[in-house]
T-cell receptor, first 113, second 113 residues
Framework: NAGVMQNPRHLVRRRGQEARLRCSPM?????VYWYRQLPEEGLKFMVY????????ESGMPKERFSAEFPKEGPSILRIQQVVRGDSAAYFC???????????FGPGTRLTVL | QKEVEQNSGPLSVPEGAIASLNCTYS??????FFWYRQYSGKSPELIMS????GDKEDGRFTAQLNKASQYVSLLIRDSQPSDSATYLC?????????????FGQGTILTVHP
């Protein structure tokens, strides 16, 4: 039973480019969450999605960041016009129901040059 | 006031001892509580979940929850060097925040042989 999958595992972008991070939840899970961990900082919630719906985006920066979880395919976290401060580890988690245990993927480590 | 507080440590215990990790939270309507372990450069790994007052045991791990005191703890018995990691307390607040996890800063645990 595959766990949460994320790709790419490492992503290097130059300032101003776009970054697309993908997440496939565990089999049977329809709740997906994105978290960011800045260097030497804690994990911070970004967004919570169910299929085709954004449930809670209270942790998303107001500009340049967007997320989706289409009916088919993985969830996507998109960062437009990246800046050096976006360099971080981005983790996706999934759960069976809201409030249930969340299982994390391996993360995508984004480096902005 | 931070929403979820942990002692950052480092907490150092000898092999075979009991390690005690503590966490307090500010939101009284919080409903579910989790402990994650994170090795350096890796993703968080779920160790324990606890939803009601009292103790919950799983192998060498015991989680304790006291909602009246807004306190949750994790005990690790017979600590092993492989337990050396950062331990993250996470709280699912409930209400309009239901689903998202709020993490503490983490406690660094070192188990020395």
């Amino acid at each position: 039973n595959a766990g949460v999958m994320q790709n790419p595992r490492h992503l290097v972008r130059r300032r101003g480019q776009e970054a697309r991070l993908r997440c496939s939840p565990m089999k049977g899970h329809s709740h997906v969450y994105w978290y960011r961990q800045l260097p030497e900082e804690g994990l911070k919630f970004m967004v919570y999605l169910q299929k085709e719906n954004i449930i809670d985006e209270s942790g998303m920066p107001k500009e340049r960041f967007s997320a989706e979880f289409p009916k088919e395919g993985p969830s996507i976290l998109r960062i437009q016009q990246v800046v050096r401060g976006d360099s971080a580890a981005y983790f996706c988690a999934s759960s069976l129901t809201a409030g249930d245990e969340q299982f994390f993927g391996p993360g995508t480590r984004l480096t902005v040059l | 006031q931070k929403e979820v507080e942990q002692n950052s440590g480092p907490l150092s215990v000898p092999e075979g001892a009991i390690a005690s990790l503590n966490c307090t939270y500010s939101d009284r309507v919080s409903q579910s509580f989790f402990w994650y372990r994170q090795y350096s450069g890796k993703s968080p790994e779920l160790i324990m979940s606890i939803y009601s007052n009292g103790d919950k045991e799983d192998g060498r791990f015991t989680a304790q929850l006291n909602k009246a005191s807004q306190y949750v703890s994790l005990l690790i018995r017979d600590s092993q060097p492989s337990d050396s990691a950062t331990y993250l307390c996470a709280v699912n607040a409930g209400g309009t925040s239901y689903g998202k996890l709020t993490f503490g800063q983490g406690t660094i645990l070192t188990v020395h042989p």
